[in-house]
């Protein structure tokens, strides 16, 4: 396994670069030339295997092929066959991951089966959240409590662990927090809810393909996340559900054929596949899903607990040179409580974005002040990272962002 550091000059950069241990997976990625590309914690960029397939499947599997691929290409199969892929970066089973619609679909869907599962009579269960969590993840809490009677209630930051022992029913909880990159010490949150019987459904977008997690050792029983990310699967690529251990009549409250045990009988009866399985509603996104099994190759190989300590390396060098500018960062000093992105902010941190993307460095802007910088370790370099901080202290000493294109709000931020 590749040591890493903290590099304090461009040439050592170069030396960490060089000896890095996941520099070949690089080479799986389809970079533009000429660009630093800081913000896999969007949207990941294209693989060429993604490419290739993407174009295989459209030309083979759908025009040649048509409706017999569903059998021939597998297609059917998709749903699971990328699961799997996706359950070894995360610590599961392979059969207890789904590749399936949207995160905010799936956190409806499983938040939706566990309440059944946890009122006590004239008690109806809650639904928490913590404040400052990802919007979906909080307006779908406050939804479906007005649809079902449960009490939505909202946690004060970082005090969650304090404030949701006792109470009983649903937590959603990102594993990294989509603003600071902050870690949630999953362990504690999961011994904290076994004793308060509450369900914990965790969110999993800015960790999987960054954080080395096992959800298995963790005692997770319930998740969902991004593939779009880190997971590079292309825009609006599918997201997964992670279901271990619960029972039979865990829900989901979307009775759709695909999730159905006899689905080619066409019956009149809803039998619900066990498991993941089971939380599939309709007709799976065949292309997306094929650019997103090709992407996940670019992981073949790749040890999560390197990529986990490379991250933590680019994101201290990030805080170094920060600190040297005078900017102040929201996310954790502390590496292992950091995910795979720092937020500096500014209070013209938007215009200071859009002047770094004008000189081909891409990171993005959370309002109302966060600039995150995202280090996807697999093709993000140490050299990558100098050279982005030594253009954003220029662009801070010249003032480069005070102009008024920088300054104009695009729809997507
Ligand atoms: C933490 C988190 N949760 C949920 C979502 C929403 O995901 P989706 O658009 O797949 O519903 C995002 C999107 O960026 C996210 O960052």
Redesign the pocket.
């Known amino acids: 396994m590749t040591e890493y550091h903290l590099p304090r000059s461009r040439t050592e950069c170069e030396t960490l670069d060089a000896r890095d241990s996941l520099r070949a997976a690089r080479e799986r990625f389809a970079l533009p030339p000429g660009v630093i590309y800081l913000d896999g914690h ?1 949207l990941g960029p294209a693989t060429h295997g993604a490419l290739a397939r993407t174009e295989a499947t459209a030309r083979s599997a759908w025009a040649g092929g048509l409706i017999r691929s569903w059998n021939t290409a597998g297609w059917i199969d998709l749903p699971q066959t990328v699961g799997a892929k996706i359950a070894r970066l995360i610590g599961a089973e392979p059969q207890d991951v789904l590749v399936t ?7 409806f869907k499983l938040a939706g089966a566990a309440l059944p599962l946890l009122g006590t009579p004239g008690q109806p269960p809650y639904v928490m959240y913590e404040q400052g ?2 919007p ?2 909080a307006s779908i809490v406050v939804g479906l409590c007005e649809m079902t009677g449960a009490l939505p209630f909202q946690i004060a930051a970082r005090g969650a662990l304090n404030t949701f022992n006792g109470m009983h029913g649903v937590l959603i909880r ?1 594993l ?3 603003r600071t990159g902050e870690v949630a010490d999953v362990a504690a949150y999961e011994a904290v809810a076994a004793k308060s019987g509450t369900l914990i459904i965790w ?1 999993l ?2 960790a999987t393909g960054v954080i080395d997690v096992d959800l298995k050792a963790l005692g997770v029983k319930l998740a ?1 996340g ?1 593939t ?2 880190y997971l590079n699967g292309g825009p ?1 690529a599918p ?1 997964f559900v992670y279901v271990h251990d619960m029972p039979e009549k865990f829900m989901s409250p979307i009775w759709g054929w695909f999730g159905a045990k006899a689905q080619f009988d066409f019956g009149a009866t809803f039998e619900q596949k066990p498991g993941a399985a089971g939380f599939a509603a309709g007709t799976p996104p065949v292309l997306s899903m094929s650019a997103l099994d090709a992407a996940l190759d670019a992981f073949d190989g790749v040890d999560m607990r390197t990529a986990n300590q490379k991250a933590r390396a680019l994101g201290d060098l990030i805080i170094a040179r920060a600190d040297a500018m005078g900017l102040q960062t929201i996310s954790p000093r502390e590496a292992s409580k950091r995910g795979g992105h720092v937020s500096l902010v500014h209070e013209s941190g938007y215009a200071i974005v859009q002047a770094l993307i004008a000189r081909g460095i891409i990171p993005d802007f959370r309002s109302p002040n966060a600039m995150r910088f995202g280090v996807a370790p697999l093709y993000v370099r140490f050299v990558d990272v100098w050279d982005a901080m030594d253009q954003l202290a220029d662009i801070l000493e010249t003032r480069a962002w005070d102009r008024a294109e920088f300054h104009a709000r695009a729809a997507v931020t």
């Not at 619609?101 to 956190?107: F, K, M, R």
């Open positions: 969007s619609d949207s995160v905010s679909v799936n956190l969590e990802f979906t993840d990102s990294v927090n989509y969110d977008s800015h969902v991004c779009y990310k609006g997201a």
